[in-house]
């Protein structure tokens, strides 16, 4: 959980959200807010920059005054930079704080260095938790731009010395290369997009291309598998096709067990506001 100075969710409704990202509260879209009322109207007055849409991949920020090209916002020792993007996103997804402590476990458990694969990495929220805890890491992204931005949050982390490859490529390809070299894991974190392009130009969407990449990565990871982080936003989804989809890619066996459930963040007045849903695989 983060601590409440460095990220807080104060309210939502209206189709919007209200959050505090250390010292700034952002008002931003929020489609799971929409046909709801406001807990705290009188809160919104606080925010310092809006994210208004102007189209579905599109818009701009309003600000009360000139906000800064980035800060910076903290969990436990994982350090991530934020700045205002042309999408409405920051740079985080605060609802992930669990996962990242899931992994850090599974890894942990190990008492031994693990081989981790992480796509679709975003920032590096999973790839810093897991190499934080002493994993091997390889952390795969589309985008040049984000896959540096993840390098600057692993240095400010002080994760700069751990073992990190850093890969800008699409997700398919990249698995598929590395079932050609007969390379392994132990684990596999996945957060897709619902719809996407790779580095070419390759297009992803999530219900055709989603469970032949996890295939792949049952493949890399048959020999010694410990555990399997699958989440999305894809509002088509529920938590139990999530599970479906790990149990038939990995097959059924005694020494699986999966959890899945809802990502949620709580609102002062003890909302729940849904951020996405996640299955986790992990070994007995």
Known sequence: MFRKDQYQLLDFGNGRRLERFGQFVLNRPCPAGEGVALSDPAAWKKAEAEYVRREPEGGNWRSKHEMPLSWSINYGKLQFELKLTDFGHVGIFPEQAGNWDWIAKQVKAAGEPLKVLNLFAYTGGATMAAAAAGAEVVHVDAAQNTVLWARRNTEASGLGDSSIRWI????????????????????????????????KGEVWKIQEHLPPLLEMCAELTKG???FVLLSCHATRFIPADLEKMLAVSLGETKRQKIEAGGLVLVAPDKRQLAGGIAARWAAK
């Open 168 to 199: 800008t490529e699409d997700a398919a390809k990249f698995v598929q290369r590395e079932l050609k070299r007969k390379n392994t894991y132990h684990g596999v974190v996945l957060d897709p997009p619902t719809y996407g392009h790779g580095p």
């Open 224 to 226: 010694d598998r410990r």
